[in-house]
């Protein structure tokens, strides 16, 4: 079985580094592993693409060492085995409310004695059928990493509850819709923001596990790594793309070009 660049970072105290993809083209999954990046983050919460075209990127990113963390919608429990069937290595569960949901989460994501999670073997993470039954379950345990994220001041009162639950392996912040929630909408320097950020990190220590979030900037990396943070997020093919067309157009409109963009 395909062993978690992620988790074996994470397991020797090391930093993580995932970008996300949100174009559905596999060169740039192929490209990004070859790059060396620790992992893709593939949103099919806010992506209307199939599970059959995720399995194609997932497939390309296997050309180099590069992890798939996939994020579901909330509460998609049954595509959770399918996802990692697919060979995701991780999972990032949105919007989790408490510990309940992350027992949850936990149930459908791990094999028994840690869930209920269903077997099959057919599919690329086995792969396809050619390891040991018991070798299979006890490494699809093992490798499979679960982010659980935070993004409400609900969850963040109930955070050390859900630090605690085992088979979390991360607790990651959302700075975006946690703001809009909270009532200062993109206000990511609010001391709500701070404090939250603060609070996570707290129960991440106490409960041994690790913690992270999306970051824009080099000096935010830092401080939340000051902070004790080692799972970070940063970039998108979305805004790699506009930011350099936008260089073009402001780089070319000087000599006379002209751009009848809307945006």
Known sequence: MRKSKVKAKLRRGEPVLLTTLHFTEPSLYEMTSLMGFDGVWMDMEHHGYSLETAMTLMRAARVHTADIMVRPAKGEFMRLGRMLEAGAQGLMYPRCDDEH?????????????????????GNPDMPY????????????????????????????????????????????????????????????????????MREISRAAAAAGKNWGMPTGTVARTREIMDMGARFICHGADLI???????????????????????I
């Open 101 to 121: 949901e992350a027992r949850e989460l936990v149930s459908w994501a791990k094999f028994a004695p840690l869930g209920r999670r269903g077997f099959d073997g």
């Open 129 to 196: 059928c050619t390891m040991g039954f018991n070798d299979y379950l006890q490494q699809a345990n093992d490798e499979t990493f679960l982010v659980v994220q935070i993004e409400s001041e609900e969850a963040l009162g109930r955070v050390g509850e859900i630090a605690a639950v085992p088979g979390v392996d991360v607790l990651f912040f959302g700075p975006g819709d946690f703001s809009i929630l909270a009532g200062i909408p993109g206000q990511f320097d609010h001391p709500k923001i701070t404090e939250a």
């Open 240 to 262: 790699m793309v506009k930011s350099a067309q936008e260089a073009i157009r402001n780089n070319f409109a000087p000599l006379g070009f002209t751009f009848d963009g809307v």
